[in-house]
């Protein structure tokens, strides 16, 4: 069993999960919990980390169950006809950040930087590209296939480069 990008409509990552779900079908929907405003009040909403996408951990025989789900738009892959698997170690790293107490944000891929391993904290033994930003740091983890990355603040006495 592999781990699958999966392409929604637009807003509909968390009926697809269900619907998915309800099918015996693996997901994972990284959700973030952010304020959200409107003219008349402010309210905590949870928005998917990678707005559109979700992922699914299943064989490439249940891809047709999954594709053929309402509100699935495509499975992502290189090849037009197949999908393409994304590799464990990049879930894990999204699983683990999400399973801390560390602020996420949305971050844009990276393809250049600095690669550093987290030795002490919450995220210990995470790897991904430091970056600065407004005299904070941030340690990015990316999802090669979609393109996109998340970025969790670390302190910089918790980096070792690599």
Request: with cysteine; net charge positive.
């Amino acid at each position: 069993m592999k781990w699958y990008a999966i392409h929604t409509r637009s807003r509909h990552e968390k009926q697809v999960d269900l619907f998915l779900s309800e099918r015996g079908i693996e997901t994972f929907l990284p959700l973030v919990h952010t304020l959200s405003r409107r003219r008349d009040r402010k309210k905590y909403v949870d928005i998917p980390l990678f707005p559109g996408y979700l992922f699914v951990c299943a064989e490439k025989e249940r891809l047709f169950d999954v594709k053929y789900t309402r509100g699935v738009t495509r499975i992502i892959g290189t090849d037009l006809d197949a999908p393409t698997p994304i590799p464990d170690k990049q879930i894990l790293d999204i699983k683990s950040i999400m399973e801390s107490d560390v602020k996420l944000d949305p971050f844009p891929y990276l393809k250049k930087g600095r690669m550093v391993r987290v030795k002490s904290g919450p995220l210990k033994g995470l790897e991904g590209i430091l970056v600065e930003r407004k005299g904070h740091y941030k340690l990015v983890i990316r999802i090669d296939l979609l393109q996109k990355g998340a970025a969790a603040e670390v302190y910089i006495s918790d980096i070792d480069p690599m």
